[in-house]
């Protein structure tokens, strides 16, 4: 009997592979593992869901059967890998040696955590997945006030679309800006005061030192002194690519799981993708290169060795408070930026010496002018 193609993940990343392979392969057994249920969702919407009013059933898209059956395909939930084992083309799970023709790594990225002293720490939730989502939305039932604890993309996010969903917000982050790695002031200011204007309150600089229970609430008390009243706390203080497994088999892994163009680890029957990879020296933790990377593994899977390539890759962020669009230079590349427009609506362009445009940030009603300014900038990884 063939040795399956297995992939470990089934988040868009272990689906969206899964889907681009049996476009081209009916017939390979194909094994799908997850340590979570299975279901299918999409990651971004975990941060539009209060919003819309959507619990995590309302966000799921398909449950793993279904999926098991569209991908013709075996899907283990709630199962955990215990090793991997390259040398002899198989994995771990307990005491169950599982074969493998081709192993894929799909499974992510976790959430970065602090120690938090006091008494309160039960109530500090990390969102990175369906089943963190509906502990939450169950915990933040008939409550009102909740404190976020970090102003990246996904605490702002996460601000703009519980603010929508009628709680109040306040984020808490050591950084002079939002969205400090990614965005420029200008951008980060029109951002940070279009979500004021929605009652989200900002606290930047100090760090959270102390979060204690306090009746049927909480207390957050910060490094300069204040203390902030809150029910709940989300954390969203950023994401490790997952690697402690790689490494241990043997794997190459640097930030992320180190794999060349082809998405090939430094084992030659071991892929990655998705969060958890480091494609060619780049780890991007967003949806527009997962898809590309999905599709171009599922050519090399079927027998057609294809390279990755990135062209340009905006991010579109889910603050429609400020609606933003981003598109970072490339790494390495320096250049000089120029902001036009006033208040909510912000063109800020990143130019070379030579002028050509490198990056961009576009607030308000300058987002509508990303498909022309994305014709201009050079590929990501060409």
């Given at each position: 009997m063939t040795s399956p193609v297995?992939?470990?993940?089934?988040?868009?990343?272990?689906?969206?592979?899964?889907?681009?392979?049996?476009?081209?392969?009916?017939?390979?057994?194909?094994?799908?593992?997850?340590?979570?249920?299975?279901?299918?969702?999409?990651?971004?919407?975990?941060?539009?869901?209060?919003?819309?009013h959507k619990d995590a059933d309302g966000l799921c898209m398909a449950e793993p059967g279904a999926m098991a059956e569209q991908l013709?395909?075996?899907?283990?939930?709630?199962?955990?890998?215990?090793?991997?084992?390259?040398?002899?083309?198989?994995?771990?799970?307990?005491?169950?040696?599982?074969?493998?023709?081709?192993?894929v790594l799909a499974w992510g990225a976790q959430t970065v955590q602090v120690p938090i002293e006091g008494d309160g720490g039960d109530l500090v939730f990390p969102i990175n997945d369906l089943e963190d989502y509906a502990r939450f939305r169950a915990a933040a039932a008939g409550?009102?006030?909740?404190?976020?604890?970090?102003?990246?993309?996904?605490?702002?996010?996460?601000?703009?679309?519980?603010?929508?969903?009628?709680?109040?917000?306040?984020?808490?982050?050591?950084?002079?800006?939002?969205?400090?790695?990614?965005?420029?002031?200008a951008a980060a200011g029109a951002v940070q005061a279009g979500l004021e204007r929605l009652g989200v309150r900002f606290h930047l600089g100090p760090v959270l030192t102390k979060l204690q229970r306090v009746g049927d609430g909480l207390e957050a008390?910060?490094?300069?002194?204040?203390?902030?009243?809150?029910?709940?706390?989300?954390?969203?203080?950023?994401?490790?690519?997952?690697?402690?497994?790689?490494?241990?088999?043997?794997?190459?892994?640097n930030r992320g799981v180190v794999v060349d163009r082809q998405l090939r680890t430094s084992h030659g029957n071991i892929f990655a993708l998705g969060d958890c990879a480091e494609?060619?020296?780049?780890?991007?933790?967003?949806?527009?290169?997962?898809?590309?990377?999905?599709?171009?593994l599922a050519q090399t899977l079927t027998g057609n060795p294809t390279a990755v390539a990135y062209g340009p890759m905006p991010v579109t962020v889910k603050t429609p408070a400020?609606?933003?669009?981003?598109?970072?230079?490339?790494p390495g590349h320096d250049g000089v930026w120029h902001v036009e427009g006033q208040g909510a609506?912000?063109?800020?362009?990143?130019?070379?010496?030579?002028?050509?445009?490198?990056?961009?940030?576009?607030?308000?009603?300058?987002?509508m002018e990303k498909l022309a300014l994305n014709r201009q900038l050079p590929p990501l990884m060409a």
């Open positions: 297995v992939i470990i993940g089934t988040g868009l990343a272990g689906y969206n592979l899964a889907r681009e392979f049996r476009k081209l392969d009916a017939q390979t057994p194909l094994l799908l593992i997850t340590a979570d249920d299975g279901r299918s969702y999409s990651k971004p919407m975990l941060s539009t869901g209060f919003a819309k013709k395909a075996e899907i283990r939930t709630h199962t955990r890998i215990s090793g991997i084992d390259p040398g002899h083309k198989r994995l771990w799970i307990g005491e169950e040696a599982v074969e493998y023709r081709d192993l409550k009102r006030r909740v404190l976020i604890l970090g102003a990246g993309l996904i605490g702002c996010e996460f601000a703009n679309d519980m603010s929508l969903g009628g709680y109040e917000i306040d984020v808490v982050a050591p950084c002079e800006q939002v969205m400090p790695t990614l965005l420029h002031p008390h910060l490094s300069d002194g204040s203390v902030i009243a809150c029910d709940l706390v989300v954390s969203a203080i950023g994401l490790r690519p997952r690697t402690d497994l790689a490494a241990a088999a043997g794997l190459q892994v494609v060619d020296g780049i780890n991007l933790l967003y949806v527009m290169p997962l898809m590309t990377c999905a599709r171009a400020c609606p933003l669009v981003v598109a970072p230079p490339p609506d912000l063109k800020v362009l990143c130019h070379a010496g030579d002028g050509k445009l490198l990056g961009y940030a576009l607030t308000g009603t300058a987002v």
